[in-house]
């Protein structure tokens, strides 16, 4: 997917704009999974095509009197890690400095710029915006985010510019693709190093599906892999990073790349906002996960058992808790192996294929002793039903009302099949359809 990036200073109407954007796709997601939450990364699609939004004055926690250096960063890395950017701009107060600022790092970037003037409600705001030409950036496309107008032209656009992206290529029997991310100071590089240090052995590096990102092939205690890694990250790590929200987006493009996201919470600083962020990221990307607890050494045992720290964490992970937890340290090396063959067993768990013949011989007898509650004296009667041959685990149960089916049971339904398929680590999708 391409990746677009919002920038642009506080309170110009970015997360209006951005909310416009992933809005019908959102309403879609949401009533599957019955979870809200703060968005600040969604999926949109235009003319048939499909792309990521970042909004990345979401991740600027307090944005009313954000810094001007926050701001140059923001656009920084939106310039390293997005395909195309749009530049929000206010027509009420016309351009200001920090415009000019952001305006002098994009004009620099070969990468596509959209200028969106926004808050263009009138004839009269029209006129006003003719002084963006000043910006520099060329072209502008009036937008009013409150009413939607204006955006029809700037997607036009916006899906004209994007790059092409070659045709993921389905292999035969293809390698495990992972990518370890989480907040900076995780210990994600020495979990790496670790992993692959004395006796690394890459077999080759071949660029991956998208410009930025580069699998590299590894053969590691019998295991074969792939690490799924960006130059963003590559060039940034060297950098001392201590806002947390930079590690969300970089991971975006490295999950979207991969089939497994190893995620590393530091165990001296618990399960946090951005921890979350990421993993819900993983989540959205219907990707494979594994929840790495790392610097397990520095943790007292007799004031935390893991039983309760394992605990604490699916809390948050709610609803998708069927999640493996394990408990590394990266500095003494202590369960690395495991985790790198849990990593394995997720990615197979993501891949499997259940027979519908199978499928409905335990699934049918489960519906029958309980079947969804009747809803206004009707009755849901399930037939049939199958796992679609998607990339992903999705499941499709045929019925004769399904719009009477609700969350409760789509959940009853799921933890079912994951008591008796192994879908550990795996984000599935149900749906109930008419025959
Ligand atoms: P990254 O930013 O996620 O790549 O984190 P680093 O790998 O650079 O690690 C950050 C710091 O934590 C470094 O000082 C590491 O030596 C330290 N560290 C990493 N893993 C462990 C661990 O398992 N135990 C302890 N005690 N320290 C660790």
New binding site residues.
Partial sequence: NNIVAIVGRPNVGKSTFFNRLIQRREAIVDSVSGVTRDRNYGKSEWNGKEFSVIDTGGYVKGSDDVFEGEIRRQVELAIDEADAIIFVVDVEEGITPMDEEVAKLLRKVTKPILLAVNKVDNAMREKDAIEFYNLGLGEYYTIAGMNGSGTGELLDKLVEVLPELPEAVEEENPLPRFCVV??????????INALIGEDRFVVTDIAGTTRDAIDTKYNRFGFEFNLVDTAGIRRK?KVKEDLEFYSVMRSVRAIEHSDVCIL?IDATRGFEGQDQNIFWLAEKNRKGVVILV?????VEKDTMSARDYEARIRKELEPFTDVPILF?????KQRLLKALETAVEVFENRKQRISTSKFNETMLPIIERTPPPALKGKYVKIKYCMQLPTPTPQFVFFCNLPQYVKDPYKRFIENQLRQIYNFEGVPIDIYFRQK
């Avoid at 989480?182 to 979990?191: H, I």
């Avoid at 590394?328 to 003494?332: D, Q």
């Fill in positions: 989480g907040r900076p100071n995780a210990g994600k590089s020495s979990f790590a590393m790392n610097k397990w050494d520095l590394v340290s990266a500095l003494t």
